[in-house]
């Protein structure tokens, strides 16, 4: 399981790095996602990675802390998505701004002379 | 109430932004008056809650903080397990230095930029709120909420006005600072990862007892946080985006942002502090930082004889800014730390102050008259204030605006460059004593010269840079209008250059607290003492009277 989260890590993030240094807007923004994806899931992954155990306190059985996931990497990395969305959204308008001003979804807005 | 008020000290220079701006957002564009009064009565408030925490962090209002270092328990819990808002003399200066700001750069927007779009005040106040928090905040991972804060509220202020040349300006900004987010995200969760814990002062403790393999993540994690800060800090090679982002923004904006490259450094110089004692990992530590720092000067003193814009300049007056702090912080010891945070209020006092200016001397000016025809075509620049020429200003004009124009510019030039009589050389001064003493130290005498040449080079290149400009804008014939200026406009300037006058003339008095601010920053101990002793704010004997 480790094998398979490190290398869906990796590769979220290479391909999020390669689409970020393309030279399209869209592309940048993809990248962006795909690059926030992988640090979610990295965040996530410093919980340690466990299956069947909860991280909300069970009240009514005898509390063993070793049977509970760590919360507070589940809490950071749903704080991490909110912020991620909205300045991927903000971003977007911003991408949107720019189409609108130049007229091309170039980063350099304009097209590179042939 | 004066009691619940001391209490609840530290939690108001984020309190209050946060609602004012809430409040701002419900209050309709029709009520002008009324916003502006609230949004300069906030500002108010926040230098005064500063001002008082200054104070405070000095042990003169005697509230019986723990080594002078004042913790704050928002939810009441017990750090580590809750989070903490700290008060020490370091934040408590870095909160003045950018409520001083809020009020000058909001009474210079107030005459006309706060229309120039959408929801400026608001935003101005999170842009506040931001800052503060990031100042204030005792764990890691609030120190990242509170730059997001503060970075999606500059977000929408660096667009402010629109226009082709901001839109294209912010989109780079946006993406590096996205990417610098994650990386700070990947760091935090690193480090999280390792040492369980997310508090500081916390971390401070644990980091000193990581087994091997833990030790090595530890530090990878500590390496990425730092890349992070130093592309907020506008270190090189991560500050491409700086100059044309800054310069392009409007410039209540631009002067504002000013402090936000210094956001970085204090975290740095926050973490490094605290980390050292316990093996600072290698970026934290000082050889990177210092090397960084020089190549930094470098880059910006090229910048400032390359640059043919006077938005640009000033850009490159804060990279050489940045330069000089990380330089003179990564020298070894706290010798040089009190100098550096002089520089740090004289140059973010100086280049906020230059913004605002330039934007006023643009007025005078037809587009492009300063810079070569050849020039405007080969790198295909285009006006930034096309979309908003203030020939239309009105309101009570002050006269002799070139007169005032000129001495303001030759004030920042002097500033910006450190040359003597105002606060820029005291800054540079201190500096350079402070270097001489290292080299006859026990330093290795090649870094102190390194930094003694990089600092006095690269203001060599501001004079020459910013003397050229000065020459071309107000000797050189053209076309040129006399500006109306407005007093709302020109004071702002006059108070921030007179607060450098005053940073001067009061230097020792400023240099000993700052001095002390650095020394307290070499006794981590007493941070962590103070973090892992605070007070339950209920009990009673705490704040109130029995």
């Known amino acids: 399981m480790e094998l398979v989260l490190a290398l869906a890590i990796g590769v979220l993030a290479g391909s999020g790095i390669w689409l970020l240094l393309r030279p399209r807007t869209f592309q940048v923004i993809m990248g962006l996602s795909l690059v926030s994806y992988a640090v979610n899931l990295f965040i996530f992954g410093m919980g340690r990675l466990w299956t069947g155990r909860p991280p909300v306190i069970d009240a009514s059985a005898p509390i063993d802390a070793a049977q509970y996931a760590d919360p507070l990497p589940q809490a950071l ?13 903000l971003f977007l308008v911003v991408l949107l701004a ?10 350099d807005g304009r097209e590179p002379e042939a | 109430m004066m009691n619940a008020l001391m209490m609840h000290l530290p939690v108001l220079p984020i309190a209050i932004p946060l609602m004012t701006g809430a409040a701002l ?12 009064a609230l949004s300069l009565l906030a500002v108010v408030a926040q230098l005064a809650v500063a001002v008082m925490l200054l104070f405070a962090a000095d042990g003169r209002l005697g509230l019986n903080w723990i080594h002078d270092i004042g913790v704050y328990l928002p939810g009441d819990w017990p750090a580590p397990f809750g989070i903490v808002l700290v008060v020490d003399r370091l934040a408590a200066v870095m909160l003045c230095l950018s409520a001083v700001l809020g009020v000058l750069t909001l009474v210079f927007s107030l005459a006309r930029w706060d229309r120039a779009g959408v929801h400026f005040l608001p935003l101005f106040q999170f842009l506040l709120m931001g800052l503060n928090g990031a100042f204030l905040t005792g764990d890691l991972f609030n120190l990242f909420v509170f730059f997001e804060v503060l970075l999606a509220a500059s977000y929408g202020l660096i667009l402010h006005g629109s226009g082709a040349t901001r839109v294209r300006a912010g989109l780079r900004y946006i993406v590096v600072n996205l990417l610098a987010s994650f990386l700070l995200l990947i760091g935090i969760a690193l480090i999280y990862g390792v040492t369980g814990t997310l508090n500081m002062a916390d971390l401070a403790m644990r980091a000193g007892s990581l087994a091997t393999g833990d030790r090595q993540l530890y530090e990878a994690g500590a390496a990425i946080l730092s890349v992070a800060f130093l592309v907020k800090a506008g270190a090189w090679p991560m500050n491409f985006w700086l100059a044309a982002g800054y310069g392009s923004a409007a410039a209540p904006v631009a002067a504002m942002f000013t402090i936000m490259t210094k956001v970085g450094i204090y975290a740095l110089l926050r973490l490094g502090s605290l980390l050292l004692p316990t093996g600072a990992p290698a970026a934290f530590g000082l050889e990177w930082m210092f090397m960084i720092g020089i190549a930094t000067l470098a880059f910006g003193a090229i910048g400032l004889m390359a640059a043919q814009q006077l938005e640009r300049v000033v850009g490159y007056c804060v990279i050489v800014s ?13 010798a040089l ?10 140059s973010v006092l100086a280049t906020a102050a230059f913004y605002m200016l330039i934007e006023m001397v643009e007025r005078t000016r037809v587009f492009g008259a300063n810079v070569l025809a050849v020039t405007l075509d080969m790198f295909d620049l285009d006006d930034p204030h096309t979309e908003n020429r203030s020939d239309d200003v009105v309101g009570v004009a002050i006269p002799a605006a070139m007169a005032f124009l000129g001495l303001a510019f030759v ?24 270097a001489i003493a290292a080299a006859n130290g026990n330093t290795p ?14 203001g060599l290149a501001g004079v020459v840079a910013l003397s050229r400009t000065g020459v071309r804008v107000f000797w050189g014939s053209g076309d040129r209008t006399t500006p109306r200026l407005r007093l709302v406009e020109a004071v702002p300037v006059s108070a921030l250059i007179a607060l450098c006058i005053a940073l001067a003339a009061f230097a020792g008095p400023v240099m000993g607290y700052l001095t002390s601010a650095a020394q307290s920053l070499d006794r981590p101990k007493d941070y962590v003492e103070a973090v892992r002793g605070a007070p339950s704010q209920r009990l009673p004997g705490y704040g109130v009277q029995p």
């Open chain 2, 445 to 458: 005498p090649l870094d102190a010269w390194l930094l003694m040449g990089g600092i006095l080079i690269s």
């Open chain 1, 77 to 89: 990395v749903l704080t991490a998505i909110v912020i991620g969305f909205a300045t991927t959204a």
């Open chain 2, 411 to 434: 004030s920042c030039v002097l500033l910006v460059t450190g040359l003597p009589p105002l606060s820029g050389f005291v800054a540079k001064f201190s500096i350079l004593s402070g």
């Open chain 2, 25 to 36: 957002l419900l209050i309709g564009d029709g009520h002008r008056i009324g916003r502006n």
């Open chain 2, 322 to 334: 940045s330069g000089t702090l990380l330089t003179t912080l990564g020298m070894p010891g706290v």
């Open chain 1, 98 to 107: 720019s189409r609108g001003f130049s007229g091309t979804d170039h980063v």
């Open chain 2, 337 to 346: 730390t009190g100098p550096a945070l002089f520089y740090l209020l004289s």
